[in-house]
């Protein structure tokens, strides 16, 4: 009996899986309809919930962010999450930036939460920041944020720069004594000249170079320890701040010290100089005056060289007298004894004995 109740049992499981079977081939396509519906319901499904916190955020707030455009910006690969937290942040502060400009700035690599954060310091301290003017200053490499806090609360710029190597400005009075001061500047940020203005360094050189020109411009630097409130008077006039990102309140002496006399010291150099070139002067008048003194001696030994020469010829001339019968024996005696009286004369008066190089020859 168990066994017919076993073949009857298995008997209409054919019958059941036959007509099953011949259901589904009858109904396939409408099976797979069924599916993909069931499949897109349960994508959209998930993306609703997804979003759904976020639009609730967006639309208690009034951020006019909608589902749609939170799928959009998902697909275009932004962080949603962070642009709708700070539209609400905007919206909240009273300030206008729609959710494209803010999706811009985001795709062209600004940091829009640092640029939110400024415009909405600049709104709540009632300083005018358009959400453009602060897009471009984040694009430029400009910390906008900062910028903002130092136009609210101004900072102050050491002049001298210590980290340049160079504690003080060193100048030179008139009366030729140092002094060196270092000051503190106290500047402001102006954002409508931030882009394209030039940065603190540009404050800081034009600041020195005017208190060097101020200690230069005063008399007696006794002038200057007296009153340094006009070397800050000296530089303010001068409109250092043009063509710079920054305002300039003011500017303090903040110390001031008495250096070197560079006036004495250029005097002893020039003094030590002028004196080098004297004795070289002098040096050089020597020279040329031994230079010449050699130059007579050699002139004086060639006319000595002459006047023997032409006494040499004397006797020569005497010969040559014998021989044509210009002179005669007795002339010739009548010389020998005038030369003998001439030298005997020479002798007496202490002049020496006369020169034998004039004497005719004997033979």
């Known amino acids: 009996m168990l066994h017919a109740i076993v073949l009857f049992a298995q008997e209409k499981a054919d019958k059941v899986g036959q007509s099953g079977s011949k259901w589904l081939d009858d109904n396939k396509w409408m099976l797979i309809g069924v599916g993909v519906l069931a499949i897109i319901f349960i994508f959209f499904l998930v993306v609703f919930f997804s979003f759904?916190?976020?639009?609730?955020?967006?639309?208690?707030?009034?951020?006019?962010?909608?589902?749609?455009?939170?799928?959009?910006?998902?697909?275009?690969?932004?962080?949603?999450?962070?642009?709708?937290?700070?539209?609400i942040s905007l919206v909240q502060a009273g300030v206008k930036v729609t959710t494209q400009e803010m999706e811009a700035h985001y795709l062209s690599r600004g940091n829009v939460p640092k640029t939110a954060a400024a415009v909405i310091a600049a709104h709540k301290a009632g300083i005018e920041l358009p959400w453009r003017i602060a897009a471009a200053i984040d694009l430029a490499g400009r910390d906008v944020l900062d910028a903002v806090k130092t136009s609210v609360n101004p900072k102050v710029i050491d002049c001298p720069d210590p980290a340049k190597g160079r504690p003080t400005l060193d100048g030179v009075c008139?009366?030729?004594?140092?002094?060196?001061?270092?000051?503190?500047?106290?500047?402001?940020?102006?954002?409508?000249?931030?882009?394209?203005?030039?940065?603190?360094?540009?404050?800081?050189?034009?600041?020195?170079?005017?208190?060097?020109?101020?200690?230069?411009?005063?008399?007696?630097?006794?002038?200057?320890?007296?009153?340094?409130?006009?070397?800050?008077?000296?530089?303010?006039?001068?409109?250092?701040?043009?063509?710079?990102?920054?305002?300039?309140?003011?500017?303090?002496?903040?110390?001031?010290?008495?250096?070197?006399?560079?006036?004495?010291?250029?005097?002893?150099?020039?003094?030590?100089?002028?004196?080098?070139?004297?004795?070289?002067?002098?040096?050089?008048?020597?020279?040329?005056?031994?230079?010449?003194?050699?130059?007579?001696k050699a002139l004086v030994e060639e006319n000595r060289a002459k006047v023997v020469l032409s006494e040499a010829e004397v006797p020569l001339a005497l010969a040559?007298?014998?021989?044509?019968?210009?002179?005669?024996?007795?002339?010739?005696?009548n010389l020998r004894n005038v030369q003998a009286d001439t030298e005997m004369r020479s002798s007496i008066a202490g002049g020496g004995q006369g020169n034998s190089r004039t004497n005719p020859p004997t033979s």
């Open 52 to 87: 759904l916190r976020l639009w609730i955020q967006c639309f208690l707030t009034r951020a006019s962010i909608g589902i749609f455009d939170l799928v959009g910006m998902k697909l275009r690969n932004v962080d949603y999450s962070m642009i709708v937290r700070q539209k």
């Open 174 to 296: 008139k009366n030729g004594i140092q002094l060196r001061a270092r000051a503190r500047v106290t500047v402001r940020t102006k954002l409508d000249r931030l882009v394209g203005g030039a940065t603190e360094e540009t404050i800081i050189a034009r600041v020195g170079e005017g208190i060097v020109k101020a200690i230069g411009s005063a008399e007696h630097h006794a002038d200057v320890l007296a009153n340094p409130n006009m070397i800050s008077q000296a530089v303010l006039k001068n409109s250092l701040d043009a063509q710079t990102a920054f305002e300039i309140v003011s500017i303090d002496v903040a110390e001031i010290d008495v250096g070197a006399n560079i006036g004495a010291e250029l005097q002893a150099n020039q003094a030590a100089a002028d004196l080098r070139v004297a004795q070289a002067k002098a040096e050089e008048r020597r020279a040329a005056a031994v230079a010449r003194e050699q130059e007579m």
């Open 320 to 333: 040559q007298a014998f021989r044509s019968g210009h002179l005669g024996v007795m002339d010739y005696w």
